[in-house]
């Protein structure tokens, strides 16, 4: 089931830094992923995406890597701007209708 | 609508009392999820449409909890007899089968 984290994990980035965000998902059988922005007071919004036949997928600034075999999953954004603090999270779909979503992790910008 | 509504945004109610969260998912968009959000923590899942028909309620966390959907669109989500630990953001999100889902900003609800 989905797993809920009282602390989330924090990452802090110099503004024009690259980011990259890890998350590790549970089901080897998940065939579609959900990177999530949510900012303070807001709901989640979504980044990217990405499906389990691909390795790699880009957005404006934003990548997506995909590791099958690790059951791995990174976010990264390129040089990343104050607007870009906020909680990130990833979601799983194994083809039933329910998505997996990993705890979270909260991006600070520094200026 | 362009995107998912909910209603109200925030609403502050006493101990006890009845609560209704409404929910207007994206037109067309067959699937319909709550999903409960407390402060500084992950989605919890609560339960899922499809059409107008529950699945998954396996979310609830007691019976004082119910959601219905009527005519595949419009959702709402009662609390009964509110409790304090029942405060929460309480996230709608709605999707067209498979595909991602989009979220609703939240209805935040706090029990004094």
């Known amino acids: 089931g989905e797993s809920v984290g009282l602390h989330l994990p924090t990452l802090s980035v110099q503004e024009g830094d690259n980011s990259i965000i890890n998350c590790a998902y549970s089901n080897s059988a998940s065939d579609y992923f959900i990177w999530y922005k949510q900012e303070s007071g807001k709901g989640p919004q979504f980044i990217i995406d990405i499906r389990s036949n691909m390795d790699k997928r880009q957005g404006q600034r934003v990548t997506v890597l995909l590791n099958k075999t690790v059951k791995h999953l990174s976010l990264q954004i390129a040089a990343t701007q104050p607007g870009d603090s906020a909680v990130y999270f990833c979601?799983?779909?194994?083809?039933?209708?329910?998505?997996?979503f990993g705890t979270g992790t909260r991006l600070k910008v520094l200026a | 609508g362009a995107g998912v509504s909910q209603s109200p945004s925030n609403k502050v109610t006493e101990k006890g009392k009845d609560v209704e969260l409404r929910c207007d998912p994206i037109?067309?968009?067959?699937?319909l999820y709550w999903y409960r959000q407390s402060l500084g923590q992950g989605l919890e899942f609560l339960i899922y449409f499809q059409g107008n028909s529950a699945p998954d309620k396996s979310g609830l966390p007691s019976d004082r909890f119910s959601a219905e959907r009527t005519g595949g669109s419009v959702s709402t989500l009662t609390i009964q007899r509110t409790q304090q630990e029942d405060s929460a953001v309480y996230l709608c999100a709605s999707s067209l089968n498979r595909n991602t889902i989009y979220f609703g900003e939240g209805s935040w609800l706090t029990v004094v």
């Open positions: 037109s067309g968009h067959t699937a």
């Open positions: 979601a799983e779909f194994s083809g039933t209708y329910k998505y997996i």
